[in-house]
């Protein structure tokens, strides 16, 4: 091979090599570009604060190299750029970075399995830390304030593939503890509480000689061993997601307890046969997690053989013969007494929607879920069976389950759409209703109609909204609680509007009759679906109260505040 024929292809290799490094700096500024463009405007930020140094510094480097390749030829350039190549890549790397991270504390783990990444991020003299969550590892949004301040280092172990326990001592000399979670063991769309769905007993899995047992029942949660037990209340214990469960005595976290990966819940909605559970003190020192597994039987008590059992339409009718029972023996059903399942409601309203949507309410407030706050929206309703007397409607609704969070740790929750029918049956001035699950027919003996669903989404007034009953002794240490957002809001925008407002004294119910004469009120209305705002309802009835108007609400105006800060906004 020739001289010439070599140096061409030299050449040709450096060209290649050189358009390479052009395209990695291309890459590097659309990365930054999409950045400031697009990620950055929506909440996120780089997950530590050396990326965007590294970004800058590998664009810098590669063109540097780039344009060494096209001017090898020239031995001053070459070894000039080659030595500014170099030293980008020390400073960038491995001096700089150090200079952007001195003020702040960034704490990054990947889980057991590398699938997902913690991320805390917070001033080491102010001690504020705040969880991070990740889009693609390298983007982060920050998601959760620490209780607490930090007062020195964190200590963060892995209990499951999905689930990181952060201790840490705080200013008060107290060991606190934040639980990230990542994933869940149900359907990925309903919440549940983990204090119920371990209920039971369980015991460690391997030589037990130290005796460790833990009980959950209506009580509390027992744990102890040989030596030692205690009993914590539910509402002592502080959730996190949907895995984990920090069981606390006077505030401060003793043990958690976290759903592991082997765990799925029955139908009955417990854990199902050999699932197992971690338990861990909470402690700055070594810990060692116990695996537990249950020793109860999923059902205790005696089951009648499947032969014996009543089928679903059997039980239909039997709850719909009890209906017509009750009403052809007092049409007013003064002296009824609800059972198996059957409301009443007093209403002397013509439209079914509405006595609908207060049957799912009653039937709510009947069976709220300790910490869990409901709202629920309307959206279709159409009559498929029998006339206004007795007939069946069928409904979807979009519900809002949150569970408000307690001792600092953030609201979590998500919204699901249902479907249900209700036999409806109406006396004289009141309603007996049925809600059926799980695709029951509910028409005997009605006349089957084609019906055309009427679309209710965007009506506000068919709404309700059912708090959750739980200890709000802890609930509030870093944020308004919904009376604080309640008045804050009136304060600061609906005072002049509305100088005479009387407060509300049910606590579980914060707001304020606005104006008498005109039957005003502002009613709150749960945590936004962002988990991040209260929401408040601005409302004028034609009387009484919201169960009362037969739907006739004209709705003002519905406001935001948020948790944190108490800044509001109109939507």
């Given amino acids: ?179 990230a979670t990542y994933g869940d063991r149900g359907n990925g769309i309903s919440y549940y509480q983990v204090g119920a769905v371990i209920q039971g007993k369980w015991t460690m899995g391997d030589k037990n000689t130290a005796g460790w047992f833990m009980t959950a029942n209506k009580d509390g949660i027992t744990v102890g061993n040989a030596g030692f037990q205690e009993t914590y209340a539910y509402g002592d214990c502080v959730q996190f997601g949907t895995l984990a469960l920090a069981l606390c005595n006077n505030g401060l976290p003793r043990y958690n307890i976290i759903l592991n990966e082997d765990c799925s819940l029955s139908d009955s909605g417990l854990i199902s046969r050999g699932g197992t559970v971690t338990l861990c003190q909470v402690s700055m020192d070594r810990t060692a997690p116990i695996e537990m597994f249950c020793t109860t039987p999923e059902i205790e008590q005696a089951v009648l053989p499947e032969e014996e059992m009543p089928t679903q339409e059997e039980m239909e009718e039997s709850a719909i013969a009890q209906m017509k029972n009750f009403l052809s023996e007092d049409p007013t059903l003064s002296g009824m007494v609800p059972q198996d399942g059957i409301i009443k409601i007093e209403s002397d309203s013509d439209n079914l929607y509405w006595i609908a949507l207060l049957a799912l309410k009653a039937e709510r407030m009947d069976y709220a879920v300790n910490g869990v706050d409901v709202r629920v929206q309307l959206n279709q309703c159409a009559l498929t069976a029998g006339d206004k007397k007795d007939c069946l409607l069928s409904l979807e609704t979009t519900e809002l389950a949150v569970t408000p969070g307690n001792q600092g740790s953030p609201p979590e929750g998500g919204s699901t759409t249902m479907r249900y029918r209700i036999r409806l049956m109406r006396g004289e001035g009141a309603y007996l209703a049925l809600i059926l699950y799980n695709d029951a027919d509910g028409s005997q003996g009605l006349d089957q109609r084609k019906g055309n669903p009427v679309d209710l989404s965007a009506e506000p007034a068919y709404h309700f909204f059912i708090p959750g009953r739980y200890d709000t002794t802890y609930m509030y240490v870093n944020r308004l609680s919904p009376a604080d957002a309640a008045e804050k809001l009136y304060k600061n925008a609906l005072l002049s509007d509305y100088p005479k407002a009387v407060k509300s004294r049910d606590e579980n119910f914060p707001g304020y009759l606005l104006d008498a004469e005109t039957n005003t009120f502002l009613y709150y209305d749960g945590i936004a679906q962002d988990l991040k705002n209260y929401r408040f309802w601005l409302v004028q009835l034609p009387s009484g109260d919201l169960d009362s108007s037969q739907g006739l609400i004209t709705t003002i105006g519905t406001y935001q505040v948020n948790i944190l800060s108490g800044e509001f906004r109109s939507l």
């Avoid at 990695?24 to 463009?37: S, W």
């Avoid at 080491?124 to 209780?147: D, H, M, N, P, V």
């Avoid at 952060?166 to 934040?178: I, K, N, R, W």
């Fill in 1 to 179: 091979m020739t001289e010439k024929h070599k140096l061409r292809e030299h050449s040709c290799a450096h060209v290649v090599f050189g358009i390479l490094c052009f395209m990695v700096t291309l890459a590097a500024a659309a990365l930054q570009g999409v950045y400031l463009l697009l990620v950055r405007p929506r909440g996120y930020e780089f997950t530590t604060d050396w990326i965007p140094v590294w970004i800058i510094t590998i664009g810098i480097g590669f063109c540097l190299l780039g344009f060494t390749c096209f001017l090898w030829w020239n031995r001053g350039v070459r070894i000039g750029l080659l030595t500014a190549v170099l030293a980008t890549f020390v400073v960038g790397l491995l001096i700089l970075p150090s200079f952007f991270t001195r003020e702040s504390l960034v704490k990054v783990s990947f889980s057991p399995d590398y699938k997902h990444l913690l991320v805390l991020k917070g001033e080491e003299e102010s001690g504020q830390i705040f969880e991070y969550r990740t889009r693609f590892y390298l983007f982060a949004r920050k998601q959760q304030q620490f209780s607490y301040t930090v007062k020195n280092d964190m200590k963060l172990q892995w209990l499951a593939d999905d689930v990181c326990a952060v201790t840490y001592e705080s200013t008060d000399q107290q060991v606190h503890q934040y639980i």
